[in-house]
């Protein structure tokens, strides 16, 4: 007799509307690799009218959620509806319920992953959350899997398909930032309030989700550093360009002697590196383990395929799972406390832009400011530009942060800097 | 009590080596994963009296293999001998035994997998291979698992670290290809008879293992058409750069609605493709899924670490299946008969390189046979070259190969062509 396992959704926006299409489209492959029929039994909805891109049938819609959580039959629940309050009572309910949560919602598992999986954990159940970073991509799986012989001591990730979207074009066509915004906005891979991807947020929340796996700690959503690319100048991917390097918005994760290090800001890496070629709205993971060396995963980060493609993904391990009787799925991650170390603790090599009068003596008082504090000079550039004024693009080898700051201080109260354009930091490796 | 799990090892070479010293230094991560202790109980070498690069217990070793598979305390085989007569009978009888086996054995996978597969299916065990391709990639697991809700429709990796070593000096360095050989031969990326890795065979075994999961069907050697890079010459990859190609040895497997195709062979991809950017003696896989879309995976495609990273990943699943009792792991893989579709049936834009007489009337006969056969030209470049002689280089549409070869012919048969010098396939997408 062939088994039946009943699930049901709360939810059925973009992810939601691709996940019933996969189910749809790829049912022999799914059936047969999950080894059961998966019979979608009801569907958090808010309005049961409306019309939706999916062939659903009505009958399944409820406006209900606990007619959903509290139907004995059903034994997944995939959580879609995103955000952090409704979300979270409802995946807490479902595991007391002794349901399997799968949840492509990366707020939820930023803020309160580490407390649901302990729940989880104590129900003899588990979170299954592949979905919630990267979209389509297998992270999640691979960090804890096919890595496990490894310890992780870098990851850096371009996690955020909006602002790489946007820094392609900037790069690519020359286009402005508010031009390429644009453009994001009206292919749909930017939202019309954009301030969550733009402002390093987005890629922050996954950055913790990602760091937690990946040095097997909880890591708080205060302990990452963020700056994002909110009017970032074309001139400065011009010039990192010039200088051999790409402007990205990285997701950066280190564990270092002194504790774990995380920080989501734009970065100059060189045009070489893997993750500088990638382009558009796609995503991709580069890490480092002291076995495996550098991998790199890559591929779309959103979307409703791509992202329902790693919910069924996590469906079908689920059910391979209670098929095989192994209650809780396995209990790879074994959390502790790992010490964060502050940012002015880290060591960075730093992109400078600067405008200064053209005059003798301006090159010796920046280069005095920076010896002061023992930060040397990788490359410079000088453009004259108009009205007695130069523009000065350097690059420092690799200092502490506190001292590029104190130089920074020095330079900015030399008389001949006019202004201090933009500052970057610069990955090599 | 600490549960402690025996293991044997069969072969102290590279990959051995690897996977004692990641055992070694990232000891508390492998255990904690695994959720078990794992002990080395004995090791298969040839010579016990060798120096080997890590610190091992000479009485660990021995060269009575059966010792090994028939000590029944041991529990799980790691077969890293390679070959395929003595590697076969080793596995064959482990399985019997009811050991787990873990192997990194491309051959034996390629050439038995099917028949070894079925025989740990009906003892109640699995066999483990993510190291038998792509060294530390993840390629084995994702494709079982992350993207376990797709069909697959393509995949086109770079898989063979040697070759692709080469493509990258000659690219990048604008070596001949047999200065770029010793060069990869030096490093130690080439074997001193490099045969196997130049005529495309070493990347066609691997192509099998990465089809016949992708494609849930038994690939024969036979079914794979492979053209190496033995030879290729630099001006080829000078002319493809102009165009805007990249040269690189591709092992493309797609399922086409008439069958599945597999092939091997030197292909211009575009140099902003993904894989384009895969240099010197790294591997990828490139996937296409019905719902993810487009995916790559990149990394180290060889070497001690790195595979012994893959190893180990396999070895702590084992495990972890072990205690959960899930006895014969996750059988996810269901093989059925599929069609292969034979070369001269398959379509692809052509590179075509050759030396005609420069004199009127030589570009219309080109392209009257082309037009004949309806291969129409995408691209072309002209030069003059000495003696009299063009040389001329041309890019077609995708066609049926038939049609190619039937064009070729009729090309190689006018008076004004010298030579046919270099014929390519494109992909352009």
Known sequence: MERVIKIGLLGLGTVGSGVLNILDINHDEVTSRAGARIEVKKILVRDPAKQRPV??????????????????EIEVIIELIGGTEAAHSYVEEALKEKKYVITANKDLMALAGGELLALARG?????????????????IRPLKHSLGANKITRLMGIINGTTNYILTRMSLDKADFA?????????????QDPANDLEGRDAAYKLCILAGLAFNCRVGFDSVYVEGIDGLNLRDIFYAGELGFTVKLLAIGEELESGIALRVHPTLISSSHPLAGVLDENNALYLVGNAVGEVMFYGPGAGSMPTGSSVVADLIEVIRNINHQVENGVMETSFVEKRVVPMEQLSSAFYLRLQALDQPGVFAGLANAFADEAVSLDRVIQKRSAEGKAEIVLITHVVAEKNFNHALEKIKALPAIKKINSLFRVIEG
């Open 123 to 139: 129900m003899g159940r588990n979170i299954y959350y592949e979905a919630s970073v990267g979209g389509g991509i297998p992270l």
């Open 179 to 191: 031009v390429a915004l644009r453009g994001a906005q009206e292919k749909g891979f930017a939202e």
């Open 55 to 72: 062939n659903v049938d009505p009958q399944l819609l409820t406006v209900d959620p606990w007619e959903i959580i509290r139907d004995p």
